[in-house]
């Protein structure tokens, strides 16, 4: 009767420390998730590309151009002290903006995308294309934002050209593609109207990469949306879902080119109503000139 007591106790009490184990076993999943999730929003990623042109004047050799995109409110530790510093050491010449840096969602805040505005113009000259959530604001609402930031030095690009000067005064074209122009035949006659030869768009959405941006002839493209695809694959450029392109999209992050058009599509740095990214750290993309002769003819 004592022995079969005692096996009892003993079988009660394997059985309480099985289920102490599995509590503490989900408990550190848990942690380690939200760890990993803290970690895949937050940390900031620079990915560098080269590119090579023989295009250009040697002036632009080494010329640097930092893009930064769908920032959707966010605003990072100690004031973006960290993301701004990250900007910083890259030493730009130029820093490019292309859109949603207001987020029209659900968690509308003009105020961190002011505070982004006045810290990025002290690093480089800064230039500014809307992605569709600016649109979604009320009018008076993106007028008066549209007014600040102009005053705090930001060059506001939608559907303007630019000429940016080297050093030497060689020159290439910046043409900005506002989102609601998207599928009109604007591009087409900025890129013909255009100064010179060598041209860089900055254009929201990637996904007429082909049928618009290739086809005005632009040689670069920077461009944004899809945030990656929310969550990826791990160690590939395919995300899950991207807006305007659904599930496993085409375009997720990354260098495509097509015909004699190269576009650099970034991550970017925030969310919008999916709050959670995975297997995607925040981006900045960061783009080198390297210029070589061109081949006689
Ligand atoms: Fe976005």
């Given at each position: 009767m004592q022995n079969q007591s005692n096996a009892e106790q003993i079988e009660k009490k394997a059985k309480r420390a099985r289920t102490w184990r599995g509590i503490g076993i989900r408990l550190l999943l848990v942690l380690l998730f939200i760890a990993m999730a803290y970690g895949a929003n937050n940390r900031i990623e620079i990915t560098n590309y080269t590119y090579e042109t023989d295009a250009l004047s040697v002036s632009f050799?080494?010329?640097?151009?930092?893009?930064l995109t769908d920032l959707h409110n966010k605003i990072f530790a100690e004031k973006n002290a960290g993301l701004m510093q990250q900007i910083r050491d890259l030493n730009p010449d130029i820093i490019v903006l292309t859109g949603d840096f207001i987020d029209a969602s659900n968690h509308t805040n003009i105020q961190a995308a002011l505070l982004f505005m006045q810290q990025i113009v002290d690093i480089a000259p800064t230039y500014y294309v809307y992605g569709n959530h600016e649109h979604y604001l009320p009018k008076s609402d993106l007028s008066s934002f549209e007014e600040k930031i102009?005053?705090?030095?930001?060059h506001f690009m939608n559907n303007e050209t630019i000429q940016i000067e080297s050093a030497t005064g060689q020159t290439f074209s910046l043409i900005g593609l506002d989102d609601l122009s998207l599928q009109a035949n604007i591009l087409k006659t900025l890129a013909d109207e255009a100064p010179d030869d060598f041209q860089i768009l900055l254009a929201h959405e990637p996904q007429y990469l082909r049928d618009y941006y290739a086809e005005s002839g632009v040689d670069l493209v920077f461009s944004?949306?899809?945030?990656?695809g929310q969550w990826r694959i791990p160690f590939t450029h395919q995300g899950l879902y991207g807006p305007d392109q659904g599930f496993f999209p085409k375009y997720s992050d990354g260098i495509y080119t097509e015909g004699d058009t190269t576009m650099y599509l970034s991550r970017g740095l925030g969310?919008?109503?999916?709050?959670?990214?995975?297997?995607?750290?925040?981006?900045?993309?960061c783009v080198t000139f390297q210029?070589?002769?061109?081949?006689?003819s």
């Open positions: 050799n080494g010329y640097r151009i930092v893009q102009q005053e705090f030095g930001v944004g949306h899809t945030h990656g969310n919008s109503g999916f709050p959670l990214r995975l297997f995607n750290h925040p981006e900045i993309v210029t070589v002769p061109s081949e006689p």
